[in-house]
């Protein structure tokens, strides 16, 4: 999977190439919505309603570019959407408090010198706690089910902002905004553990680049690969590029994955 959403491209047109699905649009029309109120101070984020903001930003994603098959299943996301940033309207919690944006296109640091390997990021909210000096992160989750309990979502995003600026991190959340007002807190990683963890996969992907052996390890394929190899077979839809000039891809509901076809802030 690495190899086919990463570093394939498609030899008629040089791109590479994405999957278009309900969820994933959902998660980036509401993610780029509530990351608009970070970079604005506090007495400003809620001049605006979240929901014309939502209006602008779906229409990036409407239609077949979005993955929609009908307008039927478009309006049920569209509905998902608009109700979900109708509570944060209500109920802003964190959002209406400081917050501390890292001065990066993409937050990232040097997670070991000696391989070589950099380990990056989008954090989705920085809560700036003024009496500790301290921050806070929180994750935000538009999904159905509640996230793993081994995910590496909030330790890389732990490591990350303790290399990337200078206040401590102490406390961690998820905030799943369809289903609830309140956070629910995540206890704080322990730093080295993760550290190592991530530095062996990195190292065998590493590995795998200079070796060009970036074949599935399931030999008969798996639910990670398969979207992206029917792709290849030639059944997806081309149905736009986005803009990072990646291919956008149509493909059969039954060929997601559940990662692929979930949503995550």
């Given at each position: 999977?690495y190899?086919?959403?990463?570093?394939?491209?498609?030899?008629k047109?040089?791109?590479?190439?994405?999957?278009?699905?309900?969820?994933?649009?959902?998660?980036?029309?509401v993610?780029?919505v509530?990351?608009?109120?970070?970079?604005?101070?506090?007495e400003?984020r809620?001049?605006?309603?979240?929901?014309?903001?939502?209006?602008?930003?779906w229409?990036?994603?409407?239609?077949?570019?979005?993955?929609f098959?009908?307008?039927?299943?478009?309006?049920?996301?569209?509905?998902?959407?608009?109700?979900?940033?109708?509570?944060?309207?209500?109920?802003?919690?964190?959002?209406?408090?400081?917050?501390?944006?890292?001065?990066?296109?993409?937050?990232?640091?040097?997670?070991?010198?000696?391989?070589?390997?950099?380990?990056?990021?989008?954090?989705?909210?920085?809560?700036?706690?003024?009496e500790?000096?301290?921050?806070?992160?929180?994750?935000?989750?538009s999904?159905?089910?509640d996230?793993?309990?081994?995910?590496?979502q909030?330790?890389?995003?732990?490591?990350?902002a303790t290399?990337t600026?200078?206040?401590?991190?102490?406390k961690?959340s998820?905030?799943?905004i369809e289903?609830?007002?309140e956070?629910t807190?995540?206890p704080?990683?322990?730093a080295?553990?993760?550290?190592?963890?991530?530095?062996?996969?990195?190292?065998?992907?590493k590995?795998?680049?200079?070796?060009?052996?970036?074949?599935?390890?399931?030999?008969?394929?798996?639910?990670f690969?398969?979207?992206?190899?029917s792709i290849?077979?030639?059944?997806?839809?081309?149905?736009?590029?986005?803009s990072?000039?990646?291919d956008?891809?149509?493909?059969?509901?039954?060929?997601?994955?559940q990662?692929?076809?979930s949503?995550?802030l």
């Amino acid at each position: 999977m690495y190899f086919l959403k990463n570093i394939y491209k498609d030899p008629k047109t040089g791109h590479k190439v994405q999957i278009a699905s309900p969820g994933l649009s959902l998660g980036h029309a509401v993610h780029e919505v509530v990351e608009s109120l970070s970079v604005l101070p506090v007495e400003k984020r809620f001049e605006q309603s979240l929901i014309d903001k939502f209006e602008a930003v779906w229409k990036k994603v409407t239609g077949k570019k979005g993955g929609f098959t009908s307008d039927e299943i478009e309006r049920e996301y569209k509905v998902r959407g608009i109700e979900m940033l109708g509570k944060i309207q209500k109920n802003p919690g964190p959002l209406s408090r400081l917050a501390v944006k890292i001065k990066m296109d993409l937050p990232h640091y040097w997670i070991s010198d000696d391989d070589n390997i950099i380990l990056c990021g989008k954090i989705d909210w920085l809560e700036y706690l003024k009496e500790s000096e301290s921050v806070h992160i929180i994750d935000f989750k538009s999904g159905k089910g509640d996230e793993k309990e081994d995910s590496w979502q909030l330790p890389i995003y732990f490591l990350i902002a303790t290399h990337t600026q200078s206040r401590p991190v102490v406390k961690t959340s998820y905030w799943y905004i369809e289903r609830n007002d309140e956070l629910t807190p995540v206890p704080l990683p322990d730093a080295q553990e993760y550290t190592d963890e991530i530095l062996k996969v990195a190292r065998k992907i590493k590995t795998a680049k200079a070796l060009n052996r970036l074949s599935c390890p399931q030999v008969t394929g798996c639910n990670f690969c398969r979207p992206y190899e029917s792709i290849l077979r030639g059944e997806g839809e081309l149905v736009g590029v986005d803009s990072y000039d990646k291919d956008v891809y149509l493909i059969g509901s039954e060929a997601l994955t559940q990662e692929e076809s979930s949503v995550v802030l």
